[in-house]
């Protein structure tokens, strides 16, 4: 699996908009990119993927670039319930028999009141 | 519909001992997967079960592991005898089949070996 680059901690104001960078410079042609996060003690939770191009869904949005080599999480509002550790997963889609995921150390993002 | 639930949410046990933990996917979900994140650690893959067969067992650790989904529906990973550094916090997901990409973790169990 491609590795994935990730700034250890960030922090966003209360409504404003989060936005989460991930380098992921060896992705191959056939690679998702999956964002997951893992609220404090709690299993990690799906938020999004998708191949090349962007995706939104009722958490957030993906931007990925047009050479694939990097990707920003966005959450429109974010809340106090978004704090967590977010990771930024590139693996292959499940016809591939090698969707294990690998987790990266993450950002830390915390929500400021 | 009811989610990935895990069985026990904590054991405490002492070296040497065995611990069996138990995983329920979301009915209908053929992919179970066991991670586990150890002394702070990152989150690392343990295996892969498609229905009752192992897809991947690249990430377990050594034999003392030992992983069953008889009939395709719970799981079972026994550690036997356990060791202090399989201390942390193991977690299950599980996920539809082809073409949903999705993995749906559970809580979690956190082992603690004395």
């Known amino acids: 699996d491609a590795k994935t680059t990730q700034p250890p901690s960030m922090d966003c104001a209360e409504g404003r908009a989060a936005n989460l960078p991930c380098n992921h410079s060896?992705?191959?042609?056939?690679?998702?990119v999956y964002w997951y996060r893992q609220i404090h003690s709690q299993g990690p939770q799906y938020i999004i993927h998708?191949?090349?191009n962007n995706e939104t869904n009722e958490m957030a949005s993906l931007i990925i670039t047009e050479d694939r080599k990097s990707s920003t999480l966005i959450l429109p509002h974010a809340t106090l319930r978004d704090t967590a550790v977010y990771y930024c997963?590139?693996?292959?889609?499940?016809?591939?028999?090698?969707?294990?995921?690998?987790f990266g150390t993450g950002t830390r993002l915390t929500i400021i009141p | 519909e009811a989610g990935v639930t895990q069985f026990p949410s904590h054991s405490v046990i002492e070296k040497g001992q065995t611990v069996t933990l138990r995983c329920d996917p979301i009915?209908?979900?053929?992919?179970l997967y066991w991670y586990r994140r150890v002394m702070g650690k990152e989150i690392k893959f343990l295996l892969h079960?498609?229905?009752?067969?192992?897809?991947?067992e690249s990430g377990m650790p050594n034999n003392r592991f030992l992983a069953e989904r008889t009939g395709g529906t719970y799981s079972t990973l026994k550690v036997q005898p356990a060791e202090l550094e399989d201390s942390g916090v193991y977690f299950c997901?599980?996920?539809?089949?082809?073409?949903?990409?999705?993995?749906?973790f559970g809580p979690g169990t956190r082992l603690t070996v004395l």
């Open positions: 997901a599980s996920s539809r089949g082809l073409s949903y990409n999705e993995q749906f």
């Open positions: 997963i590139v693996t292959f889609p499940p016809n591939f028999g090698n969707e294990k995921l690998t």
């Open positions: 998708g191949l090349k």
């Open positions: 009915s209908g979900h053929d992919n």
């Open positions: 060896t992705i191959s042609g056939n690679e998702y």
């Open positions: 079960f498609v229905k009752e067969s192992k897809q991947d």
